[in-house]
């Protein structure tokens, strides 16, 4: 059974004949005729009663009548609701980012996305781990990623963002920095240190940071709570290093902030997988231009 064939059922009941279905419906009598018959072979019975020029349903027509427009009348709505999600006027997007990206740049770009479209829901998730950012991405369970580069899995395409500068922040009253609030990495032997445990990406810009000065740091505490690690700051417990929108807000609080050199900057994509995006997922890549540096 087919679309047209429950069309061409309803233009003879509301044109009341053959003829007038044909011309309405822009086809010949004939074909319609036959697309008719095929339809009663297919469900074995006769819909309309024929005597002459005049047509009638039978029983079986009229209990056919209902359905067949509740079935229409489906139709027309889903490809309504398609319409709506093509124009972006509904829909969801579905993204996924670690909580130091969540901030900065996914929360920015989520606003001035919204800003454009809307209409169209926004669900960020959190991912266990870096690894599982890119998982969700592959199977589908989000559309758009965030995540640290390189990123190694086959059939994902990366859209390399503007580099997350980290700072550094220290607790209130401290003289680090100076007037310019610039230090040398190395500074960051002088005081203990708070920092996210061995594996997570800030920890990892760190160590690297570290190694590539030859000093070795303290480190006072240890934690998985990010959104504690300003807060430990301010009361003392030492010194971190945050993404810059982090750290600039801390400032408000009184901490100590200070660029580092050489810059410790962590290198953040949009991933997708390779095959087509959504209408809103496009749009947002879009939104994301201002902030691309290259796509690979």
Known sequence: MELRQLEYVLGIVDHGGFTRAASALHISQPALSQAVRTLEKEIGVDLFVRTGRRVSLTPAGEAFVGPARQALRGVGTARAAVD????????????VCLPTLAVSPVAD?????????????????????????????????????????PVKEAGITTTQLEPQQYMAIFPPGSVHGGARRSIHVSA????????????????????????????????????????????????????AILPRPVAQNAATRGVVVCDIRPR??????????????????RAFMDVAAGRLVRAD
Request: glycine letters at 6%; a negative charge.
């Open 84 to 95: 709506e999600v093509v124009g972006l006027r509904a829909g969801r997007l579905d993204l």
């Open 264 to 281: 410790i900057n962590r290198r953040i994509a949009l991933i997708h997988r390779t095959d087509a995006l959504s209408p809103a997922a």
């Open 109 to 149: 770009l989520i606003g001035r996305f919204r800003t454009a479209h809307p209409m169209v829901a926004v669900r960020l998730v959190e991912p266990e781990d870096i690894d599982t950012v890119a998982s969700r991405v592959i199977n589908g369970q989000s559309e758009i990623g965030c995540s640290d580069l």
């Open 188 to 239: 960051l032997a002088t005081i203990p240190l708070i920092t996210t445990p061995v594996g997570t990406s800030t920890r990892r810009l760190l160590d690297e940071a570290l190694a590539a000065a030859q000093i070795t740091a303290s480190f006072a505490v240890e934690t998985d709570h990010r959104e504690a690690i300003a807060e430990l700051v301010i009361a003392g417990a030492g010194a």
